[in-house]
């Protein structure tokens, strides 16, 4: 059973870059996407960005971005440590939220539907003031 823990999260200012992580246990099939995920205050949970990572093989999938972050932010991954990281640049007081990754085994083109996911980390906090 995959595992995730996430962790980068801080208080920034607006403008300002943070790297978030996702660091993977248990993972032993090749075909799983990795998406990452927002929940701020009183608003519904947000797909972010998603990827296919595949760290047997070191190999990943087309990317796939939310309109609001596209341009913005990056996923990607580290094979070797398992993780999958997102880049978050010029950061904007509306990007303020609890972020999670999350992931499910699948073939296909991966989603930012946070209902088409099973495992999900706890979530770390990103704070952005301006």
């Known amino acids: 059973q995959v595992q995730l823990v996430e962790s980068g999260g801080d208080s920034v200012q607006a403008g300002g870059s943070l790297r978030l992580s996702c660091a993977a246990s248990g993972y032993n099939v090749r075909y799983y996407c990795i998406g990452w995920f927002r929940q701020a205050p009183g608003k519904e949970r947000e797909g972010v960005a998603s990827?296919?990572?595949?760290?047997?093989?070191?190999?990943?999938?087309?990317?796939n971005y939310s309109a609001s972050v596209k341009d913005r932010f990056t996923i990607s991954q580290d094979s070797a440590k398992k993780t999958v990281y997102l880049q978050m640049n010029t950061l904007q007081p509306e990007d303020t939220a609890m972020y999670y990754c999350?992931?499910?085994?699948?073939?296909?083109?991966?989603?930012?539907?946070?209902?088409?996911?099973?495992?999900w980390g706890q979530g770390t906090q990103v704070t952005v003031s301006s």
């Open positions: 990827m296919h990572a595949d760290f047997i093989l070191d190999d990943s999938g087309r990317d």
């Open positions: 999350a992931a499910v085994a699948h073939f296909g083109a991966c989603t930012i539907f946070p209902e088409e996911y099973r495992i």
